[in-house]
């Protein structure tokens, strides 16, 4: 018994042996077989690769502004502070100057699909892409934007770092260097636009509130002076009725219509009332408000507004190797399928002929 199972372990090894060997001897046997699915998988990789669709990247790499970068609204924030005096429009006018604000307000803009959709609808190259391949369907158009949208990024390059890299791909190195080019510039513009509007609405807020304050305070020194008039014209008639001409120098009058000024003074007094308008010398802070209001209306926001809200550690460059299609790559794994696609029909071919 022990015999028995000692001889059929000894019979394994060889059994397991010649297995192999008839693998080897047949793949041999089909070596032409296999030859030819290497030298078409080869060539199908070298056609491919020539034709794919080749893809570059072009990138730039920014970091916060510096003071200088955003002076020119730095300037103008600090004039309109200057004028306005409501605390809430001064927090939104200094936030408009916060380099960090800005710089995270660029990147924003920058990621945002609505503004890459927006910059793609305008540029040049998209629409000729669209042309050249036929695309007209609001399908195939949305795929053709999603396709290039997905192209375009900013990401961060270290956690905890403010330095962002800027990158579009796209299918010659000319056209991705130009196009991210246009899109920081394109970008850029946008934040201005944003800024202006954002100061404009500002002043605009501020011009109706403080045009209500003064109109108001106008409202108020009206009410006074013809109250003013009033008092003064009963006052004269109390003075003429009891012959008081002149001014009493010696006599205390905190009685409602006063009439130590004598007649002579209030008939005076009465001719310079009928024809004031000079309401700040009754409400001072109405030549305070008016000032303002002139400000305001001169102040131009889009004159000179020219400000970056990034600068460059590395200025937008061109690819210098694409990134798609790698030939090597597709030619070696096309080589490798071959030789396993031609390795299985010779093993299939042998089992059926058996």
């Known amino acids: 018994m022990n015999n028995r199972h000692k001889l059929d372990l000894d019979n394994n090894y060889p059994l397991d042996d010649i297995g192999f060997k008839k693998i080897v001897f047949t793949l041999w046997?089909?070596?032409?077989?296999?030859?030819?699915?290497?030298?078409?998988?080869?060539?199908?990789?070298?056609?491919?690769?020539?034709?794919?669709?080749?893809?570059?990247?072009?990138?730039?790499?920014?970091?916060?502004?510096?003071?200088?970068?955003?002076?020119?609204?730095?300037?103008?924030?600090?004039?309109?502070?200057?004028?306005?005096?409501?605390?809430?429009?001064?927090?939104?006018?200094?936030?408009?100057?916060?380099?960090?604000?800005?710089?995270?307000?660029?990147?924003?803009?920058?990621?945002?699909?609505?503004?890459?959709?927006?910059?793609?609808?305008?540029?040049?190259?998209?629409?000729?892409?669209?042309?050249?391949?036929?695309?007209?369907?609001?399908?195939?158009?949305?795929?053709?934007?999603?396709?290039?949208?997905?192209?375009?990024?900013?990401?961060?390059?270290?956690?905890?770092?403010?330095?962002?890299?800027?990158?579009?791909?796209?299918?010659?190195?000319?056209?991705?260097?130009?196009?991210?080019?246009?899109?920081?510039?394109?970008?850029?513009?946008?934040?201005?636009?944003?800024?202006?509007?954002?100061?404009?609405?500002?002043?605009?807020?501020?011009?109706?509130?403080?045009n209500d304050v003064l109109q108001k305070a106008i409202f108020d020194a009206k009410q006074k002076l013809m109250v003013m008039k009033n008092e003064n014209n009963y006052a004269l008639r109390i003075a003429e009725s009891a012959g008081i001409d002149q001014p009493l120098s010696l006599y205390k009058d905190n009685s409602l219509f006063s009439i130590s000024e004598g007649s002579k003074a209030l008939k005076e007094k009465a001719i310079i009332l009928s024809n004031f308008d000079d309401y700040n010398l009754i409400i001072p802070e109405i030549g305070s408000y008016k000032y303002k209001l002139k400000m305001l209306n001169e102040f131009k926001v889009n004159d000179d507004l020219r400000f970056k809200s990034y600068r460059f550690i590395q200025n937008v460059s061109y690819p210098l190797v694409k990134d798609a299609p790698n030939k090597k790559l597709i030619v070696i794994l096309c080589a490798i399928l071959g030789l396993i696609f031609g390795s299985f029909i010779v093993l299939l071919r042998s089992e059926i002929n058996k």
Do not use: C, H
């Open 29 to 210: 046997s089909g070596k032409n077989i296999i030859g030819i699915f290497f030298i078409l998988s080869v060539a199908v990789g070298v056609i491919y690769s020539m034709y794919a669709q080749q893809w570059w990247t072009s990138s730039a790499e920014v970091v916060l502004p510096k003071f200088k970068d955003y002076s020119s609204l730095s300037e103008k924030s600090n004039k309109i502070i200057s004028i306005v005096s409501d605390l809430n429009s001064n927090k939104e006018v200094k936030s408009l100057t916060n380099r960090n604000d800005l710089y995270d307000e660029f990147l924003l803009t920058f990621n945002s699909y609505d503004n890459k959709k927006t910059f793609l609808s305008k540029n040049k190259l998209f629409k000729e892409f669209l042309k050249n391949n036929n695309i007209v369907g609001e399908v195939e158009t949305t795929k053709a934007y999603d396709l290039w949208i997905k192209n375009i990024n900013a990401k961060q390059i270290k956690k905890d770092e403010n330095n962002y890299i800027l990158t579009i791909k796209n299918i010659t190195a000319v056209d991705s260097y130009n196009l991210l080019t246009d899109y920081i510039n394109y970008t850029q513009n946008k934040n201005i636009k944003d800024t202006e509007y954002s100061i404009s609405q500002i002043i605009k807020e501020n011009k109706i509130t403080i």
